[in-house]
């Protein structure tokens, strides 16, 4: 009796623990919708889109070579762990003019990895300052219409976030001059809300099924 009551003990615990865990990615952890439904992009560069996308959006401003090492930082630490996944894509806006800037940059980026789903959007300083106000975010471009901060947007062009974090409270981008911040807190919430859309995915199959 004793016997069978630890093996029905080791079986069951495992199974509740797995059940718990899983429940609570479905319920608690989600990413918090910070602004909604910010403006699509097709309007500045018809061939991209943010709809049905997973997007991380950055902003690399005039002289966006002096920028390159953020975007080797998140190149790989976040697009190098993610970029396999469909629907997955980074979307940086720069100033026209950089063109050769970014030819640069991609020649460089793709010695480190396959950059099929780096996107960049050339567009008017008016309509890249536009575009960041509609983020509604606590930031602000620098001079040079650049920031070393990018943002999670959902399928649904909704800006994702913390509105708890432990340093800032209310969480809208990540800093890519910060490895630790990459590996620590961005890569987590990427986790986060790709979870989020396989979960949804699942359920929408297993409706389907019955």
């Known amino acids: 009796m004793k016997k069978t009551f630890v093996l029905v003990v080791l079986f069951i615990f495992p199974l509740v623990a797995y059940l718990f865990f899983a429940s609570g990615v479905n319920n608690f952890g989600r990413l918090p919708i ?21 997007t991380i959006l950055g902003f690399l401003g005039y002289n966006a070579v002096q920028r390159k090492g953020n975007a080797f930082n998140l190149n790989q630490k976040i697009y190098k762990r ?14 026209k003019g950089e063109e050769e800037s970014i030819e640069q940059i991609k020649e460089e980026l793709g010695k480190l990895s396959p950059i099929e789903k780096w996107n960049f959007i050339f ?10 106000t ?6 602000t471009l620098d001079k040079d219409l650049g920031s070393p901060e990018v943002f999670i947007i959902d399928k649904k062009r909704n800006l994702r976030g913390r509105s708890d974090d432990e340093d800032e409270g209310i969480k809208y981008g990540f800093n ?5 911040e990459l590996n620590n807190k961005m ?3 990427v986790k986060i809300i790709l979870a989020e859309y396989r979960l949804a995915l699942k359920k929408n199959n297993a409706d389907r099924s019955k």
């Open 123 to 132: 567009a008017s300083d008016k309509e890249i300052t536009n575009f960041f």
């Open 34 to 54: 910070l602004t909604k439904e910010i403006p699509e992009v097709t309007s500045l560069a018809a061939n991209v889109q943010l709809q049905d996308k997973i």
């Open 134 to 139: 509609e983020l509604n975010t606590n930031l």
């Open 176 to 180: 890519t001059t910060s490895v630790a």
């Open 82 to 95: 993610f970029h396999e996944f469909n629907d997955f894509q980074m979307v940086m806006l720069v100033p």
């Open 187 to 189: 890569e987590d919430d």
